[in-house]
């Protein structure tokens, strides 16, 4: 009885590793798309160094090429799911309707034509469950307006992205030390806290924020930003201050 309970979990135990299980989770971030390791190992680090987020914050990874999962995947109990991540089965088996949140990767780094894959697996989210927060990588800048159309919450485009980087770095040197420490989920980082009632201007926001041990540099109001304001600079109902802190700001 023991041998034959054994082998059926060693034999669950490996199709879990090559993609082929039903997974049953909910609350958990799905990760589409592994270009390399090294990048998804990343991603990971980060997303599970996030206060918000945590260290043991379930994660499943969908991939329709990568045969088995890498073994330091493994080792950080990531979950894989192997399929075309742009057709329902494959969205079922990885509970996507019981997700959190998508980030869709490029399958292909730095190759514009990984946008075309990445806009339908975004349109095949969100038809199935548009309730799930997706964050979207793209190469080609022209894309942003599609994916933004075809329903996902946020994208960032990693041409322009390093075009910018370049340039500030060409300009002030250093630039990319700071923004690296900022982006990342350790030291310092930026934050977004709504406002509380009864904060008229930024001044009084700054002020509060200085308190907590945070330095306020702008407003987010319907997704633009303005920073280095005046500290008459009224708020309204639904702003956020942009501070830098080393944890979350709570009010």
Same mark, same amino acid.
């Given at each position: 009885?023991?041998?034959?309970?054994?082998?059926?979990?060693?034999?669950?135990?490996?199709?879990? /590793?090559?993609?082929?299980?039903?997974?049953?989770?909910?609350?958990?971030?799905?990760? /589409?798309?592994?270009?390399?390791?090294?990048?998804?190992e990343r991603?990971?680090?980060?997303?599970?160094?996030?206060?918000?987020?945590?260290?043991?914050?379930?994660?499943?990874?969908?991939?329709?090429?990568?045969?088995?999962?890498?073994?330091?995947?493994?080792?950080?109990?990531?979950?894989?799911?192997?399929?075309?991540?742009?057709r329902?089965?494959?969205?079922?088996?990885?509970?996507?309707d019981?997700?959190?949140?998508?980030?869709?990767?490029?399958?292909?780094?730095?190759?514009?034509?990984?946008?075309?894959?990445?806009?339908?697996?975004?349109?095949?989210?969100?038809?199935?469950?548009?309730?799930?927060?997706?964050?979207?990588?793209?190469?080609?800048?022209?894309?942003?307006?599609?994916?933004?159309?075809?329903?996902?919450?946020?994208?960032?485009?990693?041409?322009?992205?390093?075009?910018?980087?370049?340039?500030?770095?060409?300009?002030?040197?250093?630039?990319?030390?700071?923004?690296?420490?900022?982006?990342?989920?350790?030291?310092?980082?930026?934050?977004?806290?709504? /406002?509380?009632?009864?904060?008229?201007?930024?001044?009084?926001?700054?002020?509060?924020?200085?308190?907590?041990?945070?330095?306020?540099?702008?407003?987010?109001?319907?997704?633009?930003?303005?920073?280095?304001?005046?500290?008459?600079?009224?708020?309204?109902?639904?702003?956020?201050?942009i501070?830098?802190?080393?944890?979350?700001?709570?009010?």
């Amino acid at each position: 009885v023991l041998s034959v309970a054994a082998s059926s979990l060693i034999e669950s135990k490996n199709k879990e /590793i090559r993609g082929m299980s039903t997974l049953s989770l909910s609350g958990h971030l799905v990760v /589409i798309n592994f270009p390399d390791l090294s990048k998804v190992e990343r991603v990971i680090r980060e997303l599970r160094h996030d206060d918000a987020l945590g260290d043991q914050l379930p994660i499943v990874v969908i991939d329709e090429d990568l045969e088995e999962l890498p073994v330091e995947l493994q080792a950080a109990h990531i979950h894989y799911v192997r399929g075309n991540p742009a057709r329902d089965a494959t969205l079922h088996r990885a509970c996507i309707d019981d997700s959190s949140q998508a980030i869709i990767l490029s399958k292909r780094t730095g190759d514009a034509h990984s946008d075309h894959q990445v806009l339908a697996v975004t349109l095949a989210i969100e038809a199935r469950t548009p309730g799930v927060i997706m964050v979207v990588e793209c190469v080609d800048p022209e894309t942003e307006e599609l994916l933004r159309k075809a329903g996902c919450d946020h994208v960032v485009c990693t041409t322009r992205f390093d075009a910018a980087f370049l340039a500030s770095e060409a300009r002030s040197p250093g630039t990319q030390d700071v923004i690296d420490d900022l982006l990342t989920n350790h030291g310092q980082q930026l934050f977004f806290t709504p /406002i509380v009632g009864g904060t008229k201007d930024f001044a009084a926001a700054a002020a509060a924020c200085a308190a907590r041990g945070h330095l306020a540099i702008g407003v987010r109001r319907a997704k633009r930003h303005e920073l280095n304001l005046d500290g008459g600079y009224a708020l309204l109902a639904g702003d956020s201050v942009i501070t830098i802190g080393a944890s979350p700001l709570r009010f």
